[in-house]
């Protein structure tokens, strides 16, 4: 059974750093493009960021490109973000997502296949 678990969510201060981490188990999604996407209260869920199967690639959204970095570890078969200089907007639950290619760093949710549960960020001005 395939299952993504995040990790990392919190409550911090405005300006502060938190570190989001995925793993996954029951399969090898190693090569395959990992993303992270976050729903915020009364919001439809939003792209967040995505790198290849490679990691090479990485795509950012506006709203956090510069404060957001996406890396992923192929050998735990997990992804991360690392986000800094949180702002009171970014509150909202992240989820980290596959998709079944290696090449692109998909921003839309229908070319995700596997999603984690979530993870809970709030950040307080």
């Known amino acids: 059974q395939v299952q993504l678990v995040e990790s990392g969510g919190g409550l911090v201060q405005a300006g502060g750093s938190l570190r989001l981490s995925c793993a996954a188990s029951?399969?090898?999604?190693?090569?395959?493009?990992k993303g992270w996407f976050r729903q915020a209260p009364g919001k439809e869920r939003e792209f967040v960021a995505a790198?290849?199967?490679?990691?090479?690639?990485?795509r950012y959204a506006e709203s956090v490109k510069g404060r957001f970095t996406i890396s992923r570890d192929n050998a735990k078969n997990a992804v991360y973000v690392q986000m800094n200089s949180l702002k009171p907007e970014d509150t909202a639950v992240y989820y980290c997502?596959?998709?079944?290619?290696?090449?692109?760093?998909?921003?839309?949710?229908?070319?995700?296949?596997?999603w984690g549960q979530g993870t809970q960020v709030t950040v307080s001005s």
């Open positions: 997502a596959v998709a079944p290619n290696s090449w692109s760093t998909p921003n839309i949710e229908k070319e995700y296949a596997w």
């Open positions: 029951g399969r090898a999604f190693s090569s395959y493009a």
């Open positions: 790198c290849s199967g490679s990691g090479g690639i990485t």
